[in-house]
């Protein structure tokens, strides 16, 4: 795809542009002093880097690179994988954003454990742990394996090699970071991102002649189908629905970013620009796969390769260049957020509260070591399971199976107690994961057992059993709003 010229120079630029990603994480590591400082950027964002944010954390490497590629080889049925994400995304924004925000901020939460002990007693931690950090190193590790790729295809890496070498400078440059560091480093990677994408769709729908000349082009090959909207398996629907989509619902990131606004109001508008946003983004991103294919009539054989192809059939090198970080800023950006999600539930949910001071200094170097930890296991994640969508789809699975039903039912539903709040989690946590390891038996996706599961348990045992003082934190998170 590049000559051996060309590769040493994309070399060169990738190396430079991750040292200077990590001599900015560097200096605001300097202003870093506590333990919110790290974890929820001492909760002072204000509208134009929490929009960034949002949006950054919100199209990572696997939707520019995997619905790009899906929508080259599956058509504009996949701009789904965008829009399951838009009704869980405006109902967060409608009924729970407030009171997310609320509970969170009167008892200076971090992670959504805070909230499901809060709700359910502290027995509910482990679990809510367990879920998020299954979820969250699989997503980040979902991230090394974009990059490995970016260097795979720009200058010829093997992916093993990829992987690792991803996985050494973004654990360095998120372990000194924090997420004062990415919001900061996200205001610059949304912009590249947003511009980047854009810039590419615009120029192959003109280079290829406008959309009705691509429409007669898929005609010709008796393909038109590959430009309906609605080609798109009923199973594939339900399936996104209930992992994209309910992710959505339960992503600790979307949490901590709540918590760290500057206030409600600048929250709230900043969020719903986020969603217009990164709405858009996602169906241009998968248009521009089917655009490749019979709008520039790419053939390539690799499919994976396609935003490379296209972005070197209607660009010169320079061009091809920025698009190569503009792709790097995409990933970055949720590689980061990824992390510190994960991170934040092992040294708040699992090491804090073995805590005798739970107000140590030392919190702040339990935060860095647990990214090291949640490194560790994220890049096991990403050699085992090199596919990026799978692996996104696999990780939402495991969290939205072991705490969406216990989150959002203990939010409507006063009767719920903690009893069966704790065991929805161990149950669909549980379900989902064996039913993973176990190779999906009869081609069921875990989550279409883990959840139901998780919501029978919540419900049967919730009506056989009363707990006074689950009703008593509900009626108190409930003043809050």
Not at 41 to 60: C, S
Not at 280 to 292: D, E, H, P, R
Not at 308 to 322: G, H, K
Not at 440 to 456: D, E, K, M, N, T
């Amino acid at each position: 795809m590049f000559t051996e010229q060309q590769q040493t120079t994309l070399a060169i630029i990738v190396f430079v542009y991750f040292l200077i990603l990590m001599a900015i994480a560097f200096v605001i590591n300097r202003q870093v002093k506590t333990y919110e400082d790290y974890s929820v950027a001492g909760r002072t964002v204000k509208p134009f880097p929490m929009i960034l944010t949002l949006v950054g954390t919100a199209i990572g490497g696997s939707i520019l690179l995997g619905y790009m590629t899906n929508g080259y080889v599956l058509g504009m049925g996949q701009i789904w994988l965008g829009l399951v994400i838009v009704v869980p995304s405006v109902l967060m924004a409608v009924f729970f954003l407030k009171r997310i925000r609320a509970v969170g901020a009167k008892h200076n939460m971090i992670t959504i454990g805070d909230y499901t002990a809060l709700r359910y007693g502290e027995k509910a931690r482990l679990p809510t742990a367990l879920s998020v950090l299954v979820a969250y190193c699989a997503i980040t590790g979902m991230q090394f394996v974009a990059i490995a790729t970016i260097l795979n295809l720009t200058v010829d890496l093997d992916m093993t090699t990829g992987i690792l070498i991803s996985w050494v400078l973004l654990t360095v440059k998120t372990y000194f970071g924090g997420l004062k560091s990415v919001v900061f480093q996200d205001a610059i990677h949304g912009t590249i991102q947003t511009v980047g994408i854009f810039a590419l769709f615009v120029t192959i729908l003109v280079v290829a002649g406008g959309w009705e000349n691509i429409s007669e082009r898929a005609a010709a090959a008796g393909e038109s189908a590959m430009l309906d909207p609605f080609n798109i398996g009923v199973v594939q629907l339900i399936v996104l629905f209930l992992t994209i989509g309910a992710y959505q619902f339960v992503r600790q990131d979307l949490w901590q970013r709540f918590w760290a606004a500057k206030s409600l109001k600048s929250l709230k508008v900043s969020f719903w620009i986020a969603i217009a946003l990164q709405t858009v983004l996602c169906l241009v991103i998968v248009a521009i796969g089917v655009m490749a294919r019979f709008g520039l009539q790419i053939e390539i054989e690799e499919p994976t390769q396609i935003y490379y192809a296209a972005a070197e059939a209607v660009f010169s090198f320079p061009l091809v260049v920025i698009m190569v970080i503009a792709v790097l800023a995409t990933v970055i950006s949720c590689a980061d957020s990824f992390f510190l999600a994960g991170s934040a539930s092992i040294v708040n949910d699992i090491i804090k509260p073995r805590l005798k001071d739970k107000q140590t200094p030392k919190m702040l170097m339990y935060s860095k070591l647990s990214v090291l930890i949640t490194s560790v296991i994220a890049c096991l994640l990403a050699l085992y399971i090199p596919q990026l969508i799978t692996l996104w789809i696999v990780g939402t699975a495991m969290l939205v199976s072991g705490i969406l039903a216990p989150v959002l039912l203990g939010l409507l539903w006063s009767g719920v107690t903690r009893v069966a709040g704790v065991s929805a989690m161990w149950s669909g946590l549980a379900v989902a994961v064996g039913w993973q390891l176990m190779g999906q038996p009869f081609g069921v996706h875990p989550v279409l057992l883990g959840l139901p599961i998780s919501i029978a348990v919540l419900v049967g045992v919730s009506l056989m059993t009363k707990d006074d003082s689950h009703v008593r934190a509900q009626e108190e998170e409930e003043q809050l709003v």
